[in-house]
């Protein structure tokens, strides 16, 4: 890996992993509501909702509050911490991208056979919005999967641009040389160009009978580029393609901040998640201010 993209990644690993302590949001445990392998799916949540976290977070400090937050809906959640490294560091999802991908297809296989039900809906959250994406493509399980909702996937890949100057100013990049020695076979693998975007970017990527959801941030300064006329650019993580439905939290909520860290506890984006899982019974959404990181 180039020596700059690993420092680049190494601080995205290191803020992902203490996000839900600096967040100030107390991580769920499974107690708390999710990954209750003895939940029913009801007739209004039929689907069980397997949530994903992101590159170098992990199940109970990135998506353990949604998870939370969405079994107090009525749904029945699921969540892991996929794809480690090294067992006995608290990091997951920087191992080789098809190698997480089958990790996490074997838990979507228990999560059915433990419900029942035919299908799952995934919710997953940076790295783990890509894998929402490959899994129902590159792994042929778009007949297991009812609904995507994706979290700035970095569908096309991502330059990782300002996120050095971001994990500096977060006092957080003293991590960094504990997150190197383990590698990060995803990194290279999501950025422009990297061996899992080619594979999902080739051909096309939504399936047929999954209905897909894709959410990101103006603010987001990791999964970039963004939409720009000015620049030429296109968005990195929405997908073209019908049937596809890609918004902007700031579509909704103009004034909130939330970067690309923030997006997995804000209360809004909780909320568009919701609505994206059952969108007969939609909710208002109550725009708040995420964190602007």
Excluded: W
Excluded at 97 to 118: C, N, P, Q, W, Y
């Amino acid at each position: 890996m180039r020596p700059l993209y690993r420092f680049i990644l190494a601080a995205a690993v290191s803020m992902t992993t203490l996000a839900g302590a600096c967040s100030g949001i107390a991580a769920a445990a499974p107690s708390s509501g999710y990954n209750d392998f003895t939940c029913q799916p009801s007739t209004a949540h039929p689907e069980p909702v397997v949530l994903l976290h992101g590159l170098g977070g992990n199940a109970l400090g990135n998506v353990g509050p949604m998870a939370t937050a969405l079994a107090a809906q009525g749904y029945c959640t699921y969540a892991l911490t996929y794809g480690k490294v090294e067992e006995a560091f608290p990091v997951g999802g920087t191992i080789d991208i098809d190698k997480s991908a089958h990790e996490i297809a074997a838990f979507i296989d228990k999560v059915l056979g433990a419900t029942g039900a035919s299908k799952v809906d995934i919710v997953g959250h940076s790295e783990g919005a890509f894998q929402s994406l490959y899994i129902p493509k590159v792994l042929g399980y778009a007949g297991k999967v009812a609904k995507v909702v994706a979290l700035a996937p970095p569908t096309h890949g991502t330059t990782f641009v300002g996120l050095v100057t971001v994990a500096q100013a977060a006092d957080l990049t003293f991590l960094v040389d504990k997150v190197l020695p383990l590698g990060c076979a995803a990194c290279d693998q999501l950025i422009v160009g990297g061996s899992a975007v080619k594979t999902l970017d080739s051909g096309q990527i939504s399936q047929t009978g999954v209905d897909y959801t894709i959410i990101a941030s103006k603010a987001d300064v990791l999964v970039v580029p963004h939409k720009s006329t000015l620049l030429n650019t296109t968005e990195t993580a929405f997908v073209p393609e019908s049937g596809v439905h890609n918004s902007y939290v700031q579509d909704t909520c103009p004034l909130d901040p939330v970067g690309h860290i923030g997006l997995a506890y804000d209360l809004d984006v909780t909320q568009m998640v919701s609505n994206a899982l059952d969108p007969a019974h939609t909710t208002r959404v109550i725009c708040t201010l995420g964190i602007p990181s």
